[in-house]
């Protein structure tokens, strides 16, 4: 049977999907990006196969997304990321109509017709505290990682806004405030609600629509998505699959249909 | 946090109740016109008509001291209000855009007619002009043109100017179904300067030492000339606090307990913290003159015999003159000359604060090469810091606190 | 050479190009700020004026020291280059009342720069009475009288009438360009318009008559070329980067029409030559729908006109970061075109020396949006 191949090569880390003619998925993996997007890319790919117990003379097409996605000379054709995003978002969920995939880099929302192509989208503008990075920085500022920032968030009671935009300022007024002794909890609360609320202005503009399903590795941020929940209403998130894998399976979809 | 403050003037927490009831009571009334925070002709001109002006930028300002700039900006964004619009502008839309839920003071009620001028930023215009697509409303606009160096006027721009006003005059008396009387034009007209001539000597009571006023105080009685021009009931406030001031100048009362320096601050405020200066006062510095108040309003003796043409000059002379001819709305390079040596000489200023305002170019343009002005050829030290007017989100206390205790230090160790 | 290889070959060293003819052709040199400005008075006085914009490629560090960061990119770029002085060939420069930076900068430029030869004119925004029209009149005729101090040529009324022939002529000929871009199947691409502009911008305007009707013969000869996958409209304000639009015809679409102050913004119009000259540019000048001259309800008739009889596929606002009349205009532009003119918008944010690679993906995924 034939098989198809999506990789996303993301500033982050590179992620690669392979899927049969049926659109099962085979098998996924996921590197680090490094510095070079061609490495890794090739990594990625080869460890797919590798999993699949094939090699890349098995697979008719493979379709690329991301930053990266022009550099390695693999693929038969470049997608983008947000048109694989939400192929593959409509792929996990059918009823999907909203698609918000909050990366380290940058947020995007996007809008989807019933067949899963995306009609409207919208990204941040130039600016860290609608991404992950935000997160980032802080918890390595409080000497946390994101689990336990999450952790702390979902357990508050206390929800301190954090108001300032700005990632560094942020982190300068989250120190000071600690010290001050206002509890952490409340803070990270605060933090996972700011930057809950700059995803949730992306999407306003797109008339969100239900189901909305949530993707990237902000997902994996059970804090940050509780903040959303309250700023959108009930929301979707990939099942048994790692949430960073959405566009790699659009992109897989892609070469299959192509 | 700060523990001192500053003593408010009376006729300041007069004129705060005044606005309530202005808010909850007179802009409540129909017709009413949604106007731009300048010296805007229309304004007065509007009221003499029987047309009511509410002002969304004061508005915003409301707003933003009860920390809901956040709020509205963050709305007014998500409707494609680009971050790098005017704080001014976000809070307006992010409050219409908000619907639900209860607003300062009861809210604005929807306009009429929407009026501006073109003596300010073209913001004044583009918001207008958004905001009578948004309403689908008239909108009446006084254009004066720029004059973009310092010299002297032609008689042109002023005819001009007077014949734009005549338009405009038409279109409002159409929209109103009433006709200007020229007894109104020239009461309102006469008002109108004598207001300035209150705001001005409010000005240089504030050179006496200790300084009555802080920033404070004046931001707050900025009301009067930006709101209340032309108004029986705004003189009689100015004439109030300056009877005040006197009083406070001749009594040695300061506006701080102990004042050690005097400082002038350069662009609009932040509304959402005003209190900085309470901050600033703790450490015994005072803020005697801002640009934003001394060089924008009021700034020339307007004679009022000919209303028409006091109101066009009103209009154009709105900003610095530094006597080479009537100008409009400034940089901070026109004050850059004569008079600011002269300011900072009589106000016995010893230190600057300059903000860079990313809301406000027509305020923040120049502030670097002010600084270094003041830094070189004064030898006063300045901090320059970003403060956005309006929206409360670019302001870090701890941030903010680290530059003003590195400016304390080089003050003098305040 | 043909007069496409011309065009590129000058495109790809606009600066190395001005100075060559600086120093062959006698005449001072004007920069000048925006299409609001009238040439033509300019050239009756004899002297060569350019259309100022950044060259690109050189990161912005001078001109930190003057303009913060929230100014506009474009302008802090070409400041930055004057401190440089990357414009050796420039002899004096026209700014005009127009969006907030040249506006407040213009003394910042005679402050840092008193020796410069800076003429300014005020501006009507908005206000298309005839008195702002006599007004208006009035300033040309002020500017006349400078620019005619740094030439040293009075400008007479045959001078005048001279140079507004040539500059109708100019704006007819690349409107006929822009006619071609109609066409199911474009003889040419938004990044040779925009080439072929830039250099109408820089190049002495008879010259540059003469080569654009070479170009126009060429370009009624070329071959068909492959159909586009998508036809778009790009607004914005000063595009003059290449890259951009290169940037958006890799994904596979092709640039058919803009609104944008470099492109269409400054040919499509004409002034009337039968009247009084001063009073003709005034009423033409006047009218540039530049979004600090003209009601956002205007600038969408013009672009729906536009993107009708182009037959754009979809509008692409790219917008300066520090831009704020453009992004004033943007929310009403944007709801007007997705819901009556039911054309898809996209925004993309740009600024002076930006990295491509996120325009790259918006516009990707904007074009991947548009195919059926």
Known sequence: MAMFAGVDSGSTSTKAVLIDEGGTIIGTHIVPSGKDFRKSVEAVLQAVLDKAHSGLDDLAAIVTTGYGRFISGLASKAMSEITCCGRGAHYLHPATRTVIDIGGQ?????????????????????????????????????????????????QSQEKLPISTQCTVFAETEVISRISNGEPIEGIVKGLHSALASRIFTLCVGLNIE????ICGGGAKNAGLVKELEECLGEVVLPHGIDTRLVPAIGAALIARDS | MPTVKAKRLESAIKLSAAIRKIYEDRWRNKPLAWSVNSSNPLNDISRILGIYVAYPENYACVCTAQHLSGKYCTIAEAHNYKPELCSYIRNNFGYLLAKDGEHPLGGIPDPDVLLSVSNGCLNFIKWFDALRLYFDKPFVLLNTPHRLFDHDM??????????????????????????????KMRETAFYSREQGKYWRELLELNKSVPAPMNLSDLANLLFVPTSLSGTKFGLDLLKEAAAEVRQRVQNKVGAIP????????????????LDFVNYFAERGCVFPFSDYLRYVWCT?????????????????????????????????????????????????????????????????????????????????????????????????????????DAFFDTIGGA | MTAMEKINQIAGDMRGYLTDIHQKSGKKFMGVMHPVIPQELLHAAGLHSFRLFPFPGEPITAARANLHADTSSMFRAIWDQVLKERYPFMDGVVLSESCETVTY????????????????????????????????????????????KLSGTSISADSLSHAISVYNKNRQLIRSIYELRKSKSPPLSGVETLKTVMVSHIMDKEENNILLKTLLEELKNRGVRPKPIARLMVSGPCITDFRLLETFEASGALVVADDTNFGSRSFFYTVDNAQNQFMALAKAYDMVPCPFSISAKNRLAYINKMAAEYKVDGVVFAIEKACESEKMDFPYLEKEITAKTKLPVTFIETEYLCDMAPIRTRIDAFVESLMK
Not at chain 1, 210 to 213: R, V
Not at chain 2, 258 to 273: A, D, K, T
Not at chain 2, 374 to 392: C, F, H, N, S, T
């Open chain 1, 106 to 154: 940058d947020s995007k929302a996007m809008k989807l017709d019933n067949a899963g192509k995306v009609v409207q989208f919208s990204l941040n503008d130039k600016c860290a505290a609608g991404t992950g990075r935000f997160l980032e920085r802080i918890a390595a500022s409080l000497e946390l990682d994101l689990a336990r920032m999450a952790e702390l968030s979902v």
């Open chain 1, 210 to 213: 239900k189901d909305i399903f």
């Open chain 2, 154 to 183: 032609p008689d042109y721009y002023l005819d001009y100017v007077i014949k734009e006003l005549g338009i405009c005059i038409d279109k409002l008396e159409k929209i109103s179904g009433n006709k200007l009387t020229d007894q």
């Open chain 2, 258 to 273: 102990e004042e050690r320096h005097r400082l002038v601050m350069f662009n609009i405020p932040p509304w959402y913290r």
């Open chain 2, 300 to 404: 020339q003796d307007i004679d009022s015999s000919d209303p028409m043409e006091h109101f066009a000059r009103k209009a154009l002379s709105f900003g610095h003159n530094d006597g080479h001819g009537a100008t409009i709305a400034e940089t901070l390079y026109s004050c850059m000359g004569k008079r600011l040596a002269q300011d900072i000489k009589d106000f016995k200023i010893d230190g600057a604060v300059i903000a860079i305002n990313k809301s406000c170019k027509i305020m923040s343009t120049g502030g670097l090469d002010l600084a270094h002005l003041i830094r070189k050829k004064y030898g006063l030290p300045v901090l320059v810091v970003d403060i956005d007017q309006a929206d409360e989100r670019t302001y870090s206390d701890a941030e903010m606190k680290q530059r003003y």
């Open chain 3, 105 to 148: 900068f213009a003394r910042g430029w005679k402050y840092n720069r008193p020796d410069d030869f800076v003429a300014t004119i005020a501006g009507v925004r908005f206000s298309k009475t005839q008195n702002a029209v006599n007004f208006f009149c009035k300033e040309l005729e002020a500017l006349a009288r400078t620019v005619e």
